[in-house]
């Protein structure tokens, strides 16, 4: 009986073999997932458009460029050397990228150095200058973010400058700049200033450095460049070895007399300043001309939102149902100014030209981001009549004034 009774053991455990202890100790595990409800976004999209409405495209006025013969990226343009275009993001600081441009292709020319400069930089200590002069002023001085060209020679003399390595103004595992936070923080903190008297120089500036160091990163007092530490004042005059002072900022309008130095009266000049060369339009179109021809890119600066821009094709041009071509003069110029269709929103950076029946064609590098929907990626072509009516200000050398500046 017992020997039969073992045997059926035996046999049961042979056909049923007891569990495997791994297996029950087997625990559920986890994992980090994005939980998603796309009946709940399709209810939000739904209150939200019953609240705000359908939105309807927007379309504007625009000229029609279809059978009109264009230049193109396969002209037969004559460039100068420039670095690549860099896009200026979400920022509204065209005036530092194309400037900065400007001065690296300067250096190029003259002592035949390739550079890549920090825009952010001088982005950085005009920020500062500008709360100084907000606070010196008692609040009467804007505080935007747009400056001119002639604010980054400023800037240089003061604080000097650096490689763009080594101020990038973008913080770990930022893409693309983006001040508008810092600045409405900064514009905050100005009106609370204003609105309580806190007329503090040392105090307002410290505050505005903290406001910038926390959203574009803090600027370094010194750097290594071939194994040696110098200053950013040190850099500029030991390495880059520019005179500053060779360059002028040229304007064309009929309400300040010609041949003399006068404040360029835009929002952007916060600072009032008064040395810029007025000459009459003529003057202005044969000097960026001689300029062009001869070697010299331009800085140049104005309104760039007209019926005759086509960000897809990289073009400006002046319509005819805007002005006929013989009729751009310098009271055409005038009037646009005065009446604030021609305003001075954008800076670029001239770099080269091509001639077509008796037309120039200038090529322009633009930091806008309307500049990169088309092909050329960074680049637009203006048309010589777009120059004439809309572009207001350059900066140039010297030495392509030397005539112009004798009168």
């Known amino acids: 009986m017992q020997l039969r009774i073992l045997a059926i053991l035996i046999l049961l455990s042979i056909l049923f073999p007891p569990l495997n202890t791994a297996q029950s100790d087997k625990r559920d595990m986890g994992v980090m997932k994005e ?163 806190i007329w503090n120089e040392s105090e307002v500036i410290t505050t505005i450095k903290s406001i910038m160091n926390h959203w574009i990163g803090t600027p370094p007092e010194k750097f290594d460049i071939n194994g040696k530490t110098i200053t950013p004042i040190e850099y500029l005059k030991e390495h880059l070895k520019i005179n500053l002072d060779d360059y002028v900022e040229i304007m064309s309008l009929m309400q300040e007399p010609y041949y003399q130095f006068v404040e360029y009266k835009v929002p952007d000049n916060w600072w009032h300043n008064k040395d810029y060369y007025n000459i009459p339009l003529n003057d202005f179109m044969s000097t960026i001309k001689n300029g062009i021809l001869n070697g010299y890119t331009i800085c140049i600066g104005g309104d760039v939102s007209e019926a005759g821009k086509n960000s897809e094709l990289d073009v400006f041009v002046v319509p005819s149902f805007d002005i006929p071509s013989e009729y751009i003069d310098e009271n055409a110029r005038q009037f646009r100014f005065s009446n604030n269709t021609t305003t001075d929103d954008h800076g670029i950076h001239l770099i080269g030209y091509t001639k077509e029946n008796d037309k120039y064609w200038f090529l322009v590098k633009d930091s806008g981001s309307s500049a990169r929907n088309g092909k050329m990626n960074g680049y637009f ?27």
């Open 35 to 197: 939980i998603k409800n796309p009946f709940w976004e399709k209810i939000e999209t739904s209150v939200k458009t019953f609240k705000e409405g359908e939105k309807k495209e927007e379309k504007s006025f625009v000229m029609n460029f279809e059978n009109y013969d264009l230049p193109n990226e396969n002209s037969d343009f004559i460039k100068y050397w420039h670095n690549d275009p860099v896009p200026q993001a979400n920022t509204n600081t065209c005036w530092a990228f194309s400037t900065t441009s400007f001065f690296e292709s300067e250096i190029f020319r003259i002592i035949n150095q390739k550079v890549k400069l920090s825009e952010m930089w001088t982005v950085y200590w005009e920020f500062v200058e500008k709360a100084r002069g907000f606070v010196k002023s008692r609040g009467t001085w804007l505080f935007t973010d747009g400056s001119e060209s002639n604010a980054v020679t400023r800037i240089w003399k003061k604080y000097g400058i650096v490689p763009a390595e080594v101020y990038t103004g973008l913080l770990p595992n930022q893409e693309y700049l983006s001040t508008g936070d810092m600045f409405d923080e900064m514009e905050n903190y100005l009106k609370f200033v204003k609105a309580n008297n």
């Open 381 to 407: 072509i203006f048309s010589e009549d777009y120059v004439k009516l809309k572009m207001l200000s350059f900066t140039v050398h010297k030495d392509v004034l030397k005539e112009i500046l004798k009168k």
